[in-house]
């Protein structure tokens, strides 16, 4: 998957990029990054990226001809690349869910634009942008950070990045919240890992997962149970369903 990010900061992006899992998936070409500075296609003598908005109010807005010059060259350096998806995480947007990160991560090429100040001049959404996604209900003062919760989210779930049998009981895979983890020492500070899991009984320790899946599920989220459900069904459907034979 390539991924390529347009940013006024894209030094704030660099460290991720260069660090952990996603450097290895660079290195091995699982993965393909491109850091865009738009501000290097900003024509004026200040290389302006911003304006103060048409009707008033506060704040600035990022301009359009920046941005499009920006997304112009980047379209056309990857014409050959099909399926290029672009994103504006914004807080005006869709929820991102974990669904969003599965349907995602099977693109080829995904192009985000980091939004600044007020944000970015409407017309550059409805030009350029496939999908806006909102990374939670609270505003970030850019989308740098919005940008790379999402990328992260989607580059893990590439087959190859991290084992895939890490991802199958982790919190929101199949609507419910992950059960607790333990490593040694067996007591720490007074408190003892429960004796189920030093019991090395599989299938009790596998219902005492679902229990405290279950149990914390309802605690935190109750929304998430009845899709756990519609999801449990949904797979027991299949022909050959992850839950048959289990
Ligand atoms: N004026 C905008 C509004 O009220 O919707 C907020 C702009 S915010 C200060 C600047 C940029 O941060 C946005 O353009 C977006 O790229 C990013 N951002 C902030 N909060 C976000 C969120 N919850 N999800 C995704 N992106 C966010």
Redesign the pocket.
Do not use: W
């Given at each position: 998957m390539k991924i390529t990010v347009l940013s006024l900061f894209p030094e704030i992006l660099e460290a991720y990029f260069a660090s952990s899992i996603m450097a290895k998936a660079i290195e091995r070409g699982t993965m393909v990054a491109e850091l865009v500075n738009i501000r290097d296609f900003a024509t004026d003598r200040h290389r302006t990226c911003d304006d103060a908005p048409y009707g008033g109010g506060p704040?600035m807005v990022?301009k359009a001809e920046p941005l499009a010059a920006a997304l112009d060259s980047v379209q056309s350096a990857s014409a050959a690349t099909e399926g290029m998806r672009t994103i504006?995480?914004?807080?005006?947007?869709r929820l991102?869910t974990q669904h969003d990160a599965e349907r995602l991560a099977v693109e080829e090429h995904l192009l985000f634009?980091?939004?600044?100040?007020?944000?970015?001049d409407q017309r550059i959404v409805d030009l350029y942008v496939d999908e806006e996604?909102?990374?939670?209900?609270?505003?970030?003062?850019?989308?740098e950070i919005?940008?790379l919760a999402i990328i992260d989210a989607v580059y893990r779930l590439i087959d190859g990045v991290i084992r895939s049998e890490s991802l199958i009981e982790e919190s929101h895979s199949a609507g419910l919240l992950e059960y607790p983890h333990y490593t040694r020492p067996e007591v720490f500070r007074g408190l003892k890992v429960p004796d189920v899991l030093l019991s090395g009984h599989h299938a009790e320790i596998k219902r005492w997962r679902s229990a405290r899946m279950r149990e914390k599920t309802k605690a935190v989220r109750p929304d998430l149970l009845a899709e756990s459900e519609r999801i449990c069904d949904e797979r027991s459907e299949e022909p050959n369903g992850r839950n048959q034979g289990n």
């Open positions: 704040g990022m504006y995480p914004t807080p005006s947007g991102f634009i980091c939004g600044r100040y007020e944000g970015i996604l909102s990374i939670g209900d609270y505003v970030l003062s850019s989308g919005a940008s």
